[in-house]
C-alpha cells in the first residue's frame, strides 16, 4: 500500500511537471501523456432474455512515456477501473479475481470491494528501455509478446492472454528483463527472463528470429515453471493468403518419464479480398486439456497459461470482417470444439463517431451439449464508448 501510495503521487507531481512545461512550447518535451477512458455497459441472460444481469465497467488508462535521453526512456501505464451492478455480485469474490496478479511486486489495488460495486486499480506496465542499432534492453514490467498468430499463441510463454477479454487491447504484463540483439537485417536474438516468488514460477527463455524464403521463423528454448520448453514459429505467405504456425513442447523438470509432455500447436491462415472483406481461420491442439470451460468467467480471466491457451483439444476459430465504410465495420468470429460441441458466436460492429471517440456492439454468445441437450448457456451483450486523449 506503502508502495502504491508513493507511485500515485510521483504520478501526480509528474503531471503537475507536465502541464506546466507544456506552457513554454520552447523546452523539449520529456514526458508524454495520453490514455482513454472507456464505458461499457454489458448485459447478460441465461436461455432466457428475462433472466438477465447488467453491469457498468467505467475504464481508464493513462500513459506516460520518459524520454530521459536519445537512447533512454522510460513507461509507466495504469489501468484503472470501477465495476458496478447486478453482475458484480452475481460473481463469486469478484473483486479478489481481479486483484490477482502474477507480477513479483505489488503494484496493484483494490480501492473498493462491496457486493455490487468495485473499483481496482493497477499498474500493469513500468520500466526502463534502452535502445540503440544493435541493441534493445527493458526491465521493468513489461509485455513480452513471442506470438505469431492472432488468436492463440503457444510461443507467448511470458504473457499468454485470453482474446475473449476485448477490453484489454494491451494485454498482461510481467516483471521482467529481455534483453534483444539485432545480429542483422534479418536476424535477432532474444533472452527473457522473469522471475518468481517460488522455485517453480521462473520463466527464463532464447528467442531467435531470421528470414528465410520470404518466411519469418522463429526457435525458442528454456524454462518454463515447472517444465523445459522448446518451441518455434513461422509467418509468411501462400499466394495472397497469410500463413502462420506456432507449436511449444512442456517437458517437466522432474519426473520426466512418468510425467505426461504438453504439446500446443496453433496454425491459422488469413486474406483480404476485394471490396473490404477480410477472412481469417485458426486451430489449436493441445494434447492435455481440462474439458473445463467457465462461460461465466471466460471475458474476466485475462490470466491463461501458453500450456493451455483453451481448455479443450481440438479448437477451431473464424472470422469474417467487412469494412463497411472508413469508419465502420461488422466482424463475426466463431470459435468451436467438437467437445460437447462447445460453441461461441462473436458478432462485433465498431463504429469511429469522431476523432477520439468510438462506439462498439458486442456479443458472445456460448453453446454446447449440457443435461443431454444442446442448448445456449449464456449470451453476453456489450455497448461500449471510448474517448481518447
Not at 239 to 254: D, M, N, T, V, W
Request: with cysteine; charged share 20%; net charge positive.
Amino acid at each position: 500500500m506503502k508502495l502504491y501510495s508513493f507511485i500515485l503521487t510521483s504520478i501526480l507531481y509528474f503531471i503537475c511537471t507536465t502541464v506546466i512545461a507544456q506552457k513554454d512550447s520552447t523546452k523539449t518535451r520529456w514526458i508524454e501523456l495520453n490514455g482513454y477512458i472507456k464505458d461499457m455497459q454489458s448485459t447478460y441472460f441465461i436461455q432466457k432474455i428475462d433472466s438477465n444481469a447488467s453491469m457498468n465497467l467505467i475504464h481508464n488508462r493513462l500513459n506516460f512515456k520518459f524520454i530521459i535521453s536519445p537512447k533512454i526512456s522510460g513507461r509507466l501505464e495504469i489501468r484503472n477501473r470501477i465495476f458496478y451492478g447486478e453482475q458484480v455480485k452475481l460473481i463469486p469474490n469478484f473483486g479478489k479475481t481481479i486483484n490477482e496478479y502474477n507480477g513479483l511486486l505489488n503494484l496493484s489495488h483494490l480501492w473498493i470491494d462491496e457486493k455490487s460495486f468495485v473499483a481496482h486499480s493497477v499498474i500493469d506496465r513500468m520500466l526502463v528501455q534502452y535502445a540503440d542499432e544493435k541493441w534493445d534492453i527493458k526491465i521493468g514490467r513489461q509485455r513480452i509478446n513471442w506470438g505469431i498468430n492472432n488468436i492463440w499463441n503457444p510461443n507467448d510463454i511470458f504473457n499468454a492472454y485470453n482474446f475473449l477479454d476485448f477490453d484489454y487491447e494491451e494485454r498482461p504484463g510481467n516483471d521482467a528483463i529481455r534483453i534483444q540483439r539485432n545480429l542483422n537485417n534479418s536476424s535477432v536474438l532474444e533472452f527473457a527472463y522473469k522471475p518468481g516468488k517460488y522455485m517453480d514460477e521462473h520463466t527464463a527463455a532464447f528467442l531467435y528470429k531470421f528470414n528465410k524464403w520470404n518466411y519469418d521463423f522463429q526457435f525458442l528454448g528454456g524454462i518454463y515453471q515447472s517444465d523445459y520448453v522448446v518451441g518455434g514459429g513461422w509467418a509468411g505467405n501462400i499466394k495472397q493468403a497469410g500463413f502462420k504456425g506456432e507449436l511449444s513442447y512442456f517437458i517437466p523438470k522432474r519426473n520426466t518419464l512418468e510425467t505426461s509432455k504438453t504439446v500446443s500447436f496453433s496454425i491459422m491462415a488469413d486474406q483480404t479480398f476485394g471490396n473490404d472483406w477480410y477472412v481469417s481461420i485458426a486451430g489449436l491442439y493441445n494434447s492435455n486439456p481440462t474439458n473445463i470451460f467457465a462461460a461465466s468467467e471466460s471475458f474476466h480471466n485475462s490470466n491463461l497459461s501458453a500450456k493451455l491457451l483453451f481448455p479443450f483439444r481440438y479448437n477451431f476459430y473464424a472470422t469474417v470482417m467487412k469494412t463497411i465504410s472508413p469508419i465502420k465495420s461488422f466482424n463475426f468470429s466463431i470459435i468451436y470444439s467438437p467437445e460437447k460441441n462447445t460453441m461461441i458466436l462473436v458478432p462485433v460492429y465498431a463504429w469511429n463517431v469522431a476523432t477520439n471517440f468510438d462506439l462498439d456492439f458486442t456479443a458472445q454468445s456460448f453453446f454446447a451439449e449440457h443435461n443431454n441437450t444442446y442448448q445456449n448457456l449464456i449470451t453476453e451483450i456489450y455497448i461500449r464508448g471510448r474517448w481518447s486523449f
